[in-house]
C-alpha cells in the first residue's frame, strides 16, 4: 500500500475515517494499528456518520470505473491474477456481504444454523461489462445503507463475524471496514490508470 496518489486528498476530505483507517495499515503492526483506529472512530451512534463516507467511497469507485477504458476491464486488477472486472465485482460483493452479515447479527438475526463464512479470495465474472459492474455496485451501495440503518445503536457490539485475515470486530467496525477495503481496490484501480496513462503519453 502507498498513501501517495491524487485521489486520496479527495477522497480524505469526504471519507477523513475511512482513510485514517486505511493509512494505519501502513503501520509496523497493521492490525493492532487498524484495531486501534477503529476503537478511536466508531462511537455508539456513529453509524450515519460512517455511512456518509462509504457513500463518498461509492462515488469514488463509481468515478474511477467510469474512467477506465473498456480495454482495461480485461488488464490484470492488482490482485491475485484477476483482471480488474473480477477484482470490482469481489470489491462490491465485499461491501454488500459484510455489511450485511454485521446487521443480521446487531439485529439479533445472527443465522446460528448457518453462520455465514467469510471467504475474501472470490473474484466476480471475468467478462462482466462496465454496466454490470456499476449494476453491481448500485447493489452494494443499497445494501450499505440498508445495513447503516440497522447497525445504528449497536455499533459498539462484539460481532460474530469473522475474516480470516482481519479477525472478529465490532458491528460498526465492520460497516467502516468495507471502505477500507474499498481503498485497496480504488488504489490498485488509479495505479493503472496512471500507468497507462503513461504508457500511452510515450507510444
Known amino acids: ?5 491524487s485521489w486520496i486528498p479527495a477522497l480524505e476530505a469526504d471519507a477523513p475515517d475511512v482513510v485514517a483507517c486505511w493509512r494505519s495499515l501502513d503501520a509496523e503492526s497493521p492490525l ?9 472512530r466508531v462511537l455508539a451512534g456513529s453509524a450515519p456518520r460512517i455511512l456518509a463516507q462509504q457513500e ?8 474511477v470505473l467510469r474512467s477506465l477504458p473498456e480495454r482495461l ?7 491475485e491474477d484477476w483482471n480488474v472486472a473480477q477484482a470490482f465485482a469481489h ?3 465485499a461491501r454488500r456481504f459484510l455489511a450485511k452479515w454485521a446487521a443480521l447479527d446487531a439485529g439479533a438475526e445472527w443465522p446460528e ?10 473474484p466476480g465474472r471475468a467478462d462482466a461489462s462496465r454496466d454490470e459492474l456499476l449494476t453491481l455496485l448500485d447493489k452494494s451501495r443499497r445494501g ?16 460474530r463475524l469473522e475474516h480470516p485475515l482481519v479477525g472478529r470486530l465490532r458491528c460498526g467496525d465492520w460497516l467502516l471496514w468495507i471502505g477500507v477495503h474499498d481503498c485497496m481496490h480504488l488504489e490498485q484501480l488509479h495505479r493503472l490508470l496512471d500507468t497507462d496513462a503513461a504508457a500511452t503519453a510515450h507510444a
Request: charged share 30%; aromatic share 0%.
Open 56 to 63: 463518498a467511497v461509492g462515488d469514488a469507485l463509481e468515478r
Open 1 to 5: 500500500m502507498t498513501a501517495t496518489g
Open 91 to 93: 470489491a462490491t460483493a
Open 32 to 40: 493492532r494499528s487498524l484495531r486501534r483506529e477503529l476503537r478511536r
Open 113 to 122: 444454523d448457518r453462520p455465514p463464512a467469510v471467504t475474501p479470495s472470490v
Open 144 to 159: 450499505v445503507r440498508e445495513a447503516a440503518v440497522r447497525i445504528e445503536g449497536h455499533e459498539v457490539q462484539r460481532c
Open 73 to 79: 476491464l480485461l488488464a490484470p486488477g492488482g490482485e
